[in-house]
């Protein structure tokens, strides 16, 4: 079976609608969910209580609620593939609900990264508040990160797009798992990115607006024999600037 352009679209078109509607909600930041706000530390450092005040400043769940707004914003169109083909092996009726479950499942595992993520990201910016150190040294691990063998394995399973059972319990409870298994090889591959932008004291949307289309890049990109590999994947990069060479060309002839 073949999804048909309409099809193909309306998945497109609605994956991303979501993405950008979330995007603004980022940006709004209700509530300072995707802030921290600090306490003051003195010079000899941040004394024993700071650190309830830093929670009461910054609860918990809307942090994590925040970090949940973050993965859908920058991690949704990456399952456009995975959507398509949940769609191509179901029956019509069970579609939606199959490439829902396979969502939740993907989520599912963010948001039990998240938990990690956040109480890393509160609890550095207790130690070290309004310091660039945490992103730095992050950066520099995402980016050793970024040509190991090991991401390129997780990347690599990321492309593992299953033929999943076509209706009943079987299809849904595998798409659940798909999703599952998704979510761990996104996690696997993209952690430090992720964590480097809400490290960052200042300008973090622009380092999430960057990462987001890393991410997104080097997921578009065949799977290769892991090893260590310098290797820049900016395909999507490379996608927008053939296109737009191409409609500037048109307009001028």
Known sequence: MKLSNTSSWAIRITIISISLFVWVLLLINPGNIMTIEHCHVTVSGPPATSFSMLLEMNPFIPQLFGWGLMVIA??????????????VHSFKRYRFLYAFLFVLGYLSIWMIAGVFMVAVILGLNFLMPLSYIPAIGTFIIAIVWEFSPIKQRFLNLGHDHRILPAFGWPASRAS????????????????????????????????????????????????????WRFHLRFKLLRILIAQTKIKLKSQVN
């Open 74 to 87: 920058m991690m949704l169109p990456k399952l456009i593939p995975a959507i398509k083909s949940i769609y």
């Open 176 to 227: 659940l798992l798909y999703g599952f298994r998704h979510g761990m090889w996104c996690v696997g591959s993209g952690w430090a990115l992720m964590l480097f932008p809400m490290l960052l004291p200042k300008m973090h949307n622009l380092a999430m607006i960057i990462v987001t289309l890393i991410m997104i890049s080097e997921h578009m990109e065949h799977p290769r024999f892991p090893k």
